[in-house]
């Protein structure tokens, strides 16, 4: 039997909760997304006291539909890669979109575990985050210092039993 757990009792985190790109030098020639100044990936977890529906989202600025802003003229996009639900391996589709198989978490966007085309339930679930960072191909040049900063927080959606049902 699966319980109805609220977002609140379960805990979710990330291995590194900052990343730091260190200082920057912008040589290359800007591709689709801007000049990308790096891939980094961190590692989340959510652990639940009872089996639940493990839906997430990312509540940041955002840059456009896909991605999230980071300083004036950059972006960053969040990609979840090889989650596990209870140590099997599960399909992330988005709960807005089930066409959208790719594990890419965009604003306003929600993730939901997938078996079998189902939504399912579950105690653990991990993921690798892949954090791919772009600067905008026209970002003006700078003198000296400038700081460079994007946010936001992964967050369980809660009544994960409501998007169960609007997933069926």
């Given at each position: 039997?699966?319980?109805?757990?609220?977002a609140?009792?379960?805990?979710?985190?990330?291995?590194?909760?900052?990343?730091?790109?260190?200082?920057?030098?912008?040589?290359?020639?800007p591709?689709?997304?801007?000049?990308?100044?790096?891939?980094?990936?961190?590692?989340?977890s959510?652990?639940?006291?009872?089996?639940?529906?493990?839906?997430l989202r990312?509540?940041?600025?955002?840059?456009d539909?896909?991605?999230?802003?980071?300083?004036?003229?950059?972006?960053?996009?969040?990609?979840?890669?090889?989650?596990l639900?209870?140590?099997?391996?599960?399909?992330?589709?988005?709960?807005?979109?089930?066409?959208?198989?790719?594990?890419?978490?965009?604003?306003g966007?929600?993730?939901?575990p997938?078996?079998?085309?189902?939504p399912?339930a579950?105690?653990?679930?991990?993921?690798q985050?892949?954090?791919?960072?772009?600067?905008a191909?026209?970002?003006?040049?700078?003198?000296?210092?400038?700081?460079?900063?994007?946010?936001g927080?992964f967050?369980?959606?809660?009544?994960?039993?409501?998007?169960?049902r609007?997933?069926?």
């Amino acid at each position: 039997m699966i319980a109805d757990v609220s977002a609140s009792e379960c805990h979710l985190s990330l291995s590194r909760p900052q990343i730091d790109y260190g200082p920057l030098r912008v040589d290359t020639q800007p591709g689709p997304h801007g000049v990308s100044i790096g891939r980094r990936t961190v590692h989340l977890s959510v652990v639940c006291p009872e089996a639940a529906v493990i839906a997430l989202r990312f509540r940041g600025a955002p840059a456009d539909a896909q991605g999230f802003s980071f300083g004036h003229h950059g972006r960053f996009d969040l990609s979840l890669r090889q989650a596990l639900l209870d140590g099997q391996a599960v399909e992330l589709v988005s709960m807005h979109n089930r066409t959208e198989r790719d594990g890419q978490l965009r604003p306003g966007g929600v993730l939901v575990p997938l078996r079998a085309g189902q939504p399912i339930a579950g105690r653990v679930f991990s993921a690798q985050v892949q954090v791919d960072t772009y600067l905008a191909g026209t970002h003006p040049a700078v003198r000296d210092k400038t700081l460079l900063e994007g946010g936001g927080r992964f967050e369980m959606v809660p009544d994960g039993w409501a998007i169960r049902r609007a997933l069926r």
